[in-house]
């Protein structure tokens, strides 16, 4: 059986006699629990995090509770439907408080399953469609991302207006999925700028529908303990280290790009030292900058470059890496006390006596369509340690 290569020309019209014509791969579709990859369920594992399976069951037992509590309520109303006064003041103090919750629990995967079909109806609505006609290097990253990690078949991608914003995710709805990179994102794949870097995010969304984190049963699953506090969270920046693991098996030289352009912008991103942020993990640490770390959703980014510079352990979720300082920060470390910090005496005293190891001519960012002197990576992977003149 053949499929037109064109989708929706007519038949027997110039497309139909002319585009080429592709057969259907024998590959299984996916269906509930075969997973989206031809890997299974599961995905590849050796590019899981090790800790997001026990957190996906935590969050799983946690979910499985609610519907319990559900249950339970359901039932002790039917059973008593008319109370002492005692049981009447209970009765209404849970009604009052987290009956209303627990009675909407059952509607949540109605809710799932009509939220997922908004979103992807908005992005067929509004965004522009990656294919081999619009876009078509960033939709290559796309399919070969898709070949690379097993997928079943392509998912769906769109180009959306950022208004300013960095940012990409993956989603689906039944069993289609697709990945939406918002068009300030999208830029950095110019040749004047990052190409690498757009890899990379690209490979990281595939990555997280490889994994099956964009899987409808999942959501079911897991999404009532995701509101737990610290349980749901590491469970999410689990998932990210996973999807990041994807994305460097992939493009390993577009990890530096990707931290630089989340870190510092489009324009800036290429000036970023990959090494000075990653060096911070390590530096940085102290009580408040762990209770930051464990309310993101994401791994706060000094961490997340350090596990990508590391490939030696998983990325850290609860608590800050403790190897592999390059050199110590000429800046002061936000956890000490201010009477160490330099004065500014000090600091210009210690500039003026040393120099950077790379010395780049536009240090405030590169620009499409400029040509520079100094390659992209000599910057950003240079060592961070200055040298005397």
């Known amino acids: 059986m053949t499929q037109q290569l064109v989708p929706g020309a007519p038949s027997g019209g110039p497309l139909d006699s002319q585009a080429p014509q592709m057969v259907q791969p024998p590959v299984r579709p996916p269906t509930l629990f075969n997973g989206a990859t031809v890997h299974g369920w599961f995905g ?18 946690l979910t499985l509770g609610a519907y319990a509590a559900w ?4 039932a002790w109303l039917i059973a008593v439907p008319e109370p002492t006064e005692a049981g009447a003041a209970v009765r209404s103090f849970i009604m009052n408080s987290l009956g209303q919750y627990l009675l909407l629990v059952p509607l949540l995967p109605i809710l799932l399953w009509v939220v997922r079909a908004i979103m992807y109806a908005q992005q067929r609505a509004r965004g522009v469609q990656m294919s081999f006609t619009q876009f078509p290097e960033g939709y290559r990253m796309v399919v070969e991302a898709a070949r690379d990690f097993g997928l079943r078949r392509v998912p769906d991608a769109y180009v959306m207006l950022g208004n300013g914003k960095i940012n990409a995710f993956a989603a689906g709805h039944g069993h289609r999925r697709y990945v939406v990179v918002y068009s300030d994102l999208f830029e950095v794949g110019g040749s004047a700028r990052d190409p690498e870097a757009l890899r990379f995010v690209i490979n990281h969304e595939v990555g997280h529908l490889a994994a099956g984190h964009a899987s409808f049963l999942r959501l079911a699953i897991t999404t009532l303990g995701m509101q737990v ?10 998932q990210e280290y996973t999807a990041d693991n994807h994305g460097y098996a992939a493009c390993p030289q577009g990890a530096p790009g990707t931290m630089g352009l989340l870190a510092a912008g489009k324009y800036l991103g290429a000036q970023v030292s990959f090494h000075a942020l990653a060096d911070r993990a390590v530096t940085e640490g102290g009580f408040w900058l762990h209770i930051a770390s464990w309310r993101a959703s994401h791994p706060v980014l000094t961490w997340r470059a350090h596990a990508l510079r590391d490939r030696s352990r998983p990325g850290r979720l609860m608590a800050r890496p403790k190897q592999g300082v390059l050199a110590g920060p000429i800046s002061p470390v936000g956890r000490d006390s201010s009477k160490t910090w330099p004065t500014p005496g000090q600091v210009l005293a210690f500039m003026d006596a040393t120099r950077p190891r790379v010395a780049a001519e536009e240090q405030f960012g590169r620009y499409p369509g400029v040509e520079y002197d100094v390659p992209r990576d000599a910057v950003r992977l240079a060592d961070p340690r200055p040298v005397g003149r």
């Open 44 to 61: 590849i594992r050796a590019l899981r995090h090790p800790k997001e399976l026990p957190l996906m069951a935590a969050c799983g037992l």
């Open 71 to 74: 249950f339970g309520l359901i």
């Open 229 to 238: 506090p610290l349980i749901g969270s590491a469970l999410s920046r689990a």
